[in-house]
């Protein structure tokens, strides 16, 4: 069992830079594949980024592929988002994520344990 709880969302002015957090319960945190999602209003849940339990390869959806970066830190059992050059149109809920094995995969069907989720608002 894991209890994945996010933070770091709030409102932001384009251009500007967040890091969201996902802090994990569990001893086994390290072997987690981890990932972020996100949904905005009325849209489906989306990929953001995801990285591998035992390797750390990481992997960006196109639109913040250059802008976003994910890394974990296996000691602290916390995954972290730094997100830069913010645009409007990534207001979201941002979604912690874990699933079990070693492959990032795209589709949040495959992520067992979620969080609640942080609101990220980006002005124009």
């Known amino acids: 069992q894991v209890q994945l709880v996010e933070s770091g969302g709030e409102l932001v002015q384009a251009g500007g830079s967040l890091r969201l957090s996902c802090a994990a319960s569990?001893?086994?945190?390290?072997?987690?594949?981890m990932a972020w999602f996100r949904q905005a209003p009325g849209m489906e849940r989306e990929f953001v980024s995801g990285?591998?339990?035992?390797?750390?390869?990481?992997y960006y959806a196109v639109s913040v592929k250059g802008r976003f970066t994910i890394s974990r830190d296996n000691a602290k059992n916390v995954v972290y988002l730094q997100m830069n050059s913010l645009k409007p149109e990534d207001t979201a809920v941002y979604f912690c994520?874990?699933?079990?094995?070693?492959?990032?995969?795209?589709?949040?069907?495959?992520?067992?344990?979620w969080g609640q989720g942080t609101q990220v608002t980006v002005s124009s």
């Open positions: 994520a874990a699933k079990t094995g070693r492959v990032v995969v795209f589709t949040r069907f495959d992520y067992v344990y």
């Open positions: 990285i591998s339990a035992s390797t750390g390869e990481t």
């Open positions: 569990g001893r086994t945190f390290g072997s987690y594949t």
